[in-house]
Structure formats: structure tokens, C-alpha cells
């Protein structure tokens, strides 16, 4: 499965952005999907993950009420709805899937990732 993230860019603090991941070619409506993001020298920690069906939402808690994930299965795309961000929530966001229903908050539950999309917020 090929992924494709996109939508990152400097944001000041308080703004907000919109992330996409698509998988095109590919229907995904089996595959569970979660957004991850990684600082510089940290490890890659998760953000948000969504069902096949999208009926079941999970979400770190420093993102829960500020962020919203959701999938368009006609579009076989998912997407990363960031308000109120935050200089703290500056990262690379990846985004994952994996085949199976339930929304996993573990990278190692994923096994296939797009590449980065950088974020950026300005104090």
C-alpha cells in the first residue's frame, strides 16, 4: 500500500491545517489508518487513528479536542484536521495503515507508512 501525505506548512500558533493522506490505485475501506508525527531526535509517537469504517476515533491526549481525523472511502483518502495548534505540536507527520477494523495507537501495529509532511508552528 502506498501512501501519500500532504498539507503540512508553517502555521502560527493558534492557526490551523488540514492533512491529507491518499492512497491511490487502492481501495482502503479495509484498513484501519492513524496519523503519527516525530520531533528531531525523538521517537514517533501517535496522533490520531480512525476505523475502516470510521465509526471509531482514538487520539493522543495532548491532541483530543484540538485535532480531528477523518476518511472519505470514495476518495481513499484521510485527513488530519489541526486547530488551536500549538509551537509544541511542530513535527514530521506520518500517516499509517494498517488491514484490520480497529483504530491501533501503536507504530508497531502499522505496517505500511507514507512519507513525512513537515509542520511547523511560529510562537
Known amino acids: 500500500v502506498q501512501l501519500q501525505a500532504s498539507g503540512g506548512g508553517l502555521v502560527q500558533a493558534g492557526g490551523s491545517l488540514r492533512l491529507s493522506c491518499a492512497a491511490p490505485?487502492?481501495?482502503?475501506?479495509?484498513?484501519?489508518m492513524g496519523w503519527f508525527r516525530q520531533r528531531p531526535g525523538d521517537e514517533r509517537t501517535f496522533v490520531a487513528a480512525i476505523s475502516w469504517n470510521g465509526s471509531v476515533r482514538n487520539y493522543a491526549p495532548s491532541v483530543q479536542g484540538r485535532f480531528t481525523i477523518s476518511r472519505d472511502n470514495g476518495k481513499n483518502t484521510i485527513y488530519l484536521q489541526m486547530d488551536s495548534l500549538e509551537p509544541e505540536d511542530t513535527a514530521n507527520y506520518y500517516c499509517a495503515a494498517r488491514r484490520a477494523s480497529f483504530p491501533y495507537t501503536r507504530t508497531e501495529h502499522y505496517a505500511y507508512w507514507g512519507q513525512g509532511t513537515q509542520v511547523t508552528v511560529s510562537s
Open positions: 490505485g487502492r481501495t482502503f475501506s479495509s484498513y484501519a
